[in-house]
């Protein structure tokens, strides 16, 4: 070579897999092959002396056999590559199966197995070229599932997952707290900040601040969600107490909300649920009765695994909150100084591990009467 010719281009195999149209094209032409093979065999049969007939009628059943495979493996091939669903190997691995039925159906056929240089096209490394096409391709396709979930759901998707397993925890947790729906509208007034317990009867104010009068609330399940503390009461200077949700209620009435279908119909059924679970051969009867009727708290578990998903909109309102108290924090504008206010970017991460800090502590409640 000449001392001045330049060198060749240096090409970086990177390992990857087979774009699923190569495989579609690799899994068909495997079964082109496969079935003229079962072509010719049936033909040369069909021709052949009765000396020949039995061997040749063998080798046309087998190569029929793998023909039919390999299509079947091939149509799979198509199938797979267009359903989202499926893992993207998918139509990789069927394209090899069609590869070794049409190596088979060619033996058997006695012809010239050519199906095993389609192995090659599938083994093939990729270049720097083509996997640097392949990683722009992809981040495009997944740019393009984040923004269609995020306008769907309206968030992210570390909180698009934490919703997924919110939902679990609700399907595996609130069967087991043994309520009614009317348990939920004592909790659901609660939460409005209008229930408040005075006089010895629950009632839910017309207005917050105006402890009298409205409507009245279920005593009786009142009373037994503040004993398990899904209730905490406030008193007020006039002896009112109001109630408002615990954290372990707050979080039951999450859990309930996204699998209402865990609830009872009757408080006949969910007093017989509850006494199947605290049921036991060494108790005496009403012991296992006494207890039926409490209600039992949230499993631990739920309470330190849920966490509440946090919209994008919620998190740009935060992000601004966060930008002004930091610029204030920081001395705000100085007379003489044009200081820009701060750009703030809002970071999933530190977002994520915010939320996931907070701890599910013990609620010490005053006396409900």
């Given at each position: 070579m000449p001392e001045n010719a330049p060198?060749?281009?240096?090409?970086?195999?990177?390992?990857?897999?087979?774009?699923?149209q190569t495989c579609i094209q690799v899994a068909r032409q495997a079964a082109i092959l496969a079935v003229t093979a079962a072509d010719d065999v049936m033909t040369a049969m069909c021709r052949s002396r009765s000396g020949a007939a039995a061997r040749l009628e063998a080798a046309m059943h087998a190569a029929h056999k793998e023909a039919v495979e390999a299509e079947k493996w091939a149509d799979r091939a198509e199938q797979y590559a267009d359903d989202p669903a499926m893992p993207s190997s998918a139509p990789?691995?069927?394209?090899?199966?069609?590869?070794?039925?049409?190596?088979?159906?060619?033996?058997?056929?006695?012809?010239?197995?050519?199906?095993?240089?389609?192995?090659?096209?599938?083994?093939?490394?990729?270049?720097?070229?083509?996997?640097?096409e392949r990683e722009t391709e992809r981040r495009r396709e997944e740019a393009e599932r984040e923004a269609e979930e995020r306008a769907a759901t309206g968030m992210d998707a570390d909180n698009r997952d934490q919703a997924v397993r919110n939902r679990y925890l609700?399907?595996?947790?609130?069967?087991?707290?043994?309520?009614?729906?009317?348990?939920?509208?004592?909790?659901e007034a609660a939460e409005?900040?209008?229930?408040?317990?005075?006089?010895?009867?629950?009632?839910?104010?017309?207005?917050?601040?105006?402890w009298s009068g409205g409507r009245r609330i279920s005593r009786d399940r009142t009373e037994a969600l503040f004993a398990a503390r899904f209730l905490v009461a406030v008193r007020q200077d006039d002896g009112t107490r109001v109630l408002t949700p615990s954290q372990m209620g707050q979080v039951a009435l999450e859990l309930v909300r996204l699998h209402p279908?865990?609830?009872?119909?009757?408080?006949?059924?969910?007093?017989?649920a509850r006494f199947a679970r605290v049921r036991r051969r060494y108790k005496r009867r009403d012991d296992q009765k006494a207890a039926a009727r409490v209600l039992?708290?949230?499993?631990?578990?739920?309470?330190?695994?849920?966490?509440?998903p946090v919209t994008l909109t919620e998190q740009r309102a935060r992000a601004e909150r966060e930008a002004v108290d930091r610029w204030e924090d920081e001395g705000g504008c100085c007379p003489g100084n044009v200081v820009p206010f701060p750009a703030f970017n809002l970071s999933d991460n530190a977002l994520t591990a915010t939320i996931r800090s907070v701890q599910w502590g013990p609620v010490n409640q005053p006396a409900l009467w």
């Open positions: 060198a060749a281009p240096h090409q970086v195999a990177h390992p990857g897999d087979p774009s699923p990789l691995c069927c394209a090899r199966a069609a590869v070794d039925h049409a190596v088979r159906a060619q033996s058997a056929a006695g012809a010239e197995t050519t199906a095993e240089d389609l192995r090659a096209e599938l083994e093939r490394k990729l270049t720097a070229a083509e996997y640097a609700a399907e595996g947790h609130v069967a087991e707290l043994g309520w009614t729906a009317g348990h939920v509208r004592v909790l409005s900040g209008r229930l408040y317990w005075r006089d010895g009867r629950a009632r839910q104010a017309a207005r917050r601040g105006v279908a865990g609830l009872h119909d009757s408080d006949q059924a969910a007093y017989e039992p708290p949230l499993d631990s578990s739920a309470r330190n695994l849920y966490r509440k």
